[in-house]
């Protein structure tokens, strides 16, 4: 069984641009978080796509938007980088189903720096 | 809205010697409860959860952790470290949310385990 993987691992942006990270799911699941993680603090939770459709989001700018294929892998899109954007971005799979609990799994992370 | 205090940012301890990682949390509703485990370089891995029934819990790698409701606490222990389990510990809080869990993480708790 494979697990969560991301790419890229590390990327470096300069303020203003654009960035698009990937998050392939565990095989079976259908429910993709992704999370923000600045150093030296928690993830924090910016939104989560349950069969292609956004299922929730946190508190996050616009700009964070995000989109689930079909395959269930998913992006994340950050538009008009800032300083603030560098952190680990974390995605985690899950075989949901709306109203009940289902363990996540981790990816490793992309390691995004904006300049 | 949940939050989640992690009450040490640093606990050094020597192998063989029991840890305590401090846990409070805050919610008006029910809650499901969490520890995860992050190794440099590396996802999270979920160490033990509670969703419901007894208190005490136990994870993996010899890890557990007792619900107190009374005092909003969910402290993780474990009675003979390794050095290997040095690494970071968070804990996190989840609530229904629309039909889906959304985690609330701490800050986290660097574990340094010592020869």
């Known amino acids: 069984e494979t697990g969560v993987t991301q790419s890229p691992t590390h990327l470096i942006k300069t303020r203003g641009q654009q960035v698009t990270l990937r998050c392939s799911s565990q095989s079976g699941h259908n429910t993709v978080s992704w999370y923000q993680q600045a150093l030296g603090q928690g993830p924090q939770f910016i939104f989560q796509y349950y069969r292609e459709e956004e299922n929730g989001r946190g508190n996050f700018p616009p700009r964070f938007s995000g989109l689930q294929f079909p395959n269930y892998s998913s992006e994340l899109n950050v538009n008009a980088l800032e300083l603030d954007d560098s952190a680990l971005y974390l995605c985690?799979?899950?075989?949901?189903?709306?109203?009940?609990?289902?363990?996540?799994?981790f990816g490793p992370g992309t390691r995004l720096t904006v300049l | 809205a949940q939050s989640v205090t992690q009450l040490d940012s640093q606990v050094p301890v020597f192998e063989e010697a029991p840890v305590e990682l401090r846990c409070n949390y805050s919610s008006s509703v029910s809650v499901y409860l969490f520890w995860y485990v992050q190794y440099p370089n590396q996802g999270l891995q979920l160490l033990l959860k509670y969703l419901s029934g007894s208190t005490l819990v136990k994870g993996i790698n010899g890890f557990e952790a007792e619900f107190n409701k009374s005092q909003t606490s969910f402290h993780l222990r474990k009675p003979s470290v390794h050095i290997s389990d040095t690494a970071e510990y968070f804990c996190a809080v989840s609530v229904p949310s629309g039909g889906s869990y959304i985690p609330t993480f701490g800050r986290g708790t660097s574990l340094i385990v010592h020869p």
């Open positions: 985690a799979s899950s075989r949901g189903a709306s109203g009940s609990y289902n363990e996540q799994f």
